[in-house]
Nanobody
Framework: VQLQASGGGLVQAGGSLRLSCATS????????MAWFRQAPGKEREFVTA???????YYADSVKGRFTISRDNANNTVYLQMNSLKPEDTAVYYC???????????????????WGQGTQVTVSS
């Protein structure tokens, strides 16, 4: 399974970005897909995830501002980020796992496959 994240950039506070995670094969419909982020000097943190069933979970810090979606036909997962804040600045990673259980949803080490990350910088 290969994941390729893209779409990061520099945006002003209050702005929007859409990240994409292109995958190999039929990953998005068969795996739990997630987004994590890592700011300098901090641990990688959970942002959002979508199970195969399409059940979705968000970190409290992004709820109401970020939206995860998937395009099964194009094997791509998206992260729409609105009302961005300076504290959203981080490298964003997409991740996938075939056997993730709900209790492990927010644990980075529970995911088997990772993309290379894309930088998001929000200026104040």
């Amino acid at each position: 399974v290969q994941l390729q994240a893209s779409g990061g950039g520099l945006v002003q506070a209050g702005g929007s970005l859409r990240l994409s995670c292109a995958t190999s094969g039929r990953t998005v419909s068969r795996y739990t897909m997630a987004w994590f982020r890592q700011a300098p000097g901090k641990e990688r943190e959970f942002v959002t995830a979508m199970f195969r069933s399409a059940n979705i979970y968000y970190a409290d810090s992004v709820k109401g501002r970020f939206t995860i979606s998937r395009d099964n036909a194009n094997n791509t997962v998206y992260l729409q980020m609105n009302s961005l804040k300076p504290e959203d600045t981080a490298v964003y990673y997409c991740a996938a796992d075939a056997r993730l259980i709900l209790s492990s949803l927010r644990l980075a080490n529970a995911y088997t496959y990772w993309g290379q990350g894309t930088q998001v910088t929000v200026s104040s």
